[in-house]
């Protein structure tokens, strides 16, 4: 299973980027559900997130490392592969 997320901002794409910290994390994250940051490492590969989603009645882990970064003159993304996910995310890996 592949899943992915792209959120629309009004700055570059680069300086968007660069920026990404748990600070930008925690503002760029949906509303619904809640997420609860609980390791940032960073969107380097190597680096770990993990999040605990709560949805008001129960909570999921979603643990996630990253495993490929890339900035080109057009684009900057990262793929993250999820190690531990909730139900029915658990059959496969994501990619943001």
Known sequence: MQLHLRTQVQQDYLSVFHAFDEQLFRKLSPPYPKLKLLRFDGSSPGDVV?????????????????????????????????????????????ST
């Open 50 to 94: 993990e999040v605990e989603l709560q949805t008001g009645v129960k909570s999921f882990r979603w643990t996630s490392l990253i495993t490929e970064s890339k900035v080109t003159d057009t684009e900057a993304y990262f793929i993250d592969e999820g190690q531990e996910l909730p139900l029915p995310c658990a059959n496969g890996t994501t």
